[in-house]
T-cell receptor
Framework: GAVVSQHPSRVICKSGTSVKIECRSL??????MFWYRQFPKQSLMLMAT?????????EQGVEKDKFLINHASLTLSTLTVTSAHPEDSSFYIC??????????????FGPGTRLTVL | ELKVEQNPLFLSMQEGKNYTIYCNYS?????LYWYRQDPGKSLESLFV?????AVKQEGRLMASLDTKARLSTLHITAAVHDLSATYFC????????????FGTGTRLKVLA
């Protein structure tokens, strides 16, 4: 089956630093990748949708300059949290979709990255 | 506005009992997903429902979709402790944009 990896799985950083999270589709080409964040005991909130080679589409209320998304290839998307603050601490999950079969296509989720900002 | 609501939010049930989780959504969709999430983990895909009247079953879980009512159900039959988890529905919206919106989640606890 389709596998999506995320790296790192956990990261702790100091306030004001930047953190990069990688999302890779290991055995398929992902034309679209989604980034979600999830606060404890809450649902997943879509942050942005990225298509390979084009700018990401951010959801309302998500700061583009704070959460930089790059989808440079069909197997890799990165999310950089710039100048992180404690309120950015969350569980970040990516998903990838191949987009080849619209009727049966689905998104495959990565294992998530837990970010803690001190 | 694209909204997906689930109820109940919390569910505590005895082993062996049956129960249904409901997922309502606000506008037309071409597919609906159910996922399971264990604490501290990512999502495990359970079902994808593609058409009105679709029904899928896996073990003690059965999902159905009524696109006219914009409602999906996840039915649990004879619950066992291993089913304890949080269950999310997610709706794929295509009008104007291509995105998935998740429901609020239902935290299920099955008591032995």
């Amino acid at each position: 089956g389709a596998v999506v990896s995320q790296h790192p799985s956990r990261v702790i950083c100091k306030s004001g630093t930047s953190v990069k999270i990688e999302c890779r589709s290991l055995d398929f080409q992902a034309t679209t990748m989604f980034w979600y964040r999830q606060f404890p005991k809450q649902s997943l909130m879509l942050m942005a949708t990225s298509n390979e080679g084009s700018k990401a589409t951010y959801e309302q209320g998500v700061e583009k300059d704070k959460f930089l998304i790059n989808h440079a290839s069909l197997t890799l998307s990165t999310l950089t949290v710039t100048s992180a603050h404690p309120e950015d601490s969350s569980f970040y999950i990516c998903s990838a979709s191949s987009g080849l079969l619209p009727l049966t296509d689905t998104q495959y989720f990565g294992p998530g990255t837990r970010l803690t900002v001190l | 506005e694209l909204k997906v609501e689930q109820n109940p939010l919390f569910l505590s049930m005895q082993e062996g009992k049956n129960y249904t989780i409901y997922c309502n959504y606000s506008t037309t969709s071409d597919r609906l997903y159910w996922y399971r999430q264990d604490p501290g983990k990512s999502l495990e895909s359970l079902f994808v429902l593609l058409s009105n009247g679709a029904v899928k079953q896996e073990g003690r879980l059965m999902a159905s979709l009524d696109t006219k009512a914009r409602l999906s159900t996840l039915h649990i039959t004879a619950a066992v402790h291993d089913l304890s988890a949080t269950y999310f529905c997610a709706v794929h919206f295509t009008s104007g944009t291509y995105k998935y919106i998740f429901g609020t989640g239902t935290r299920l606890k099955v008591l032995a």
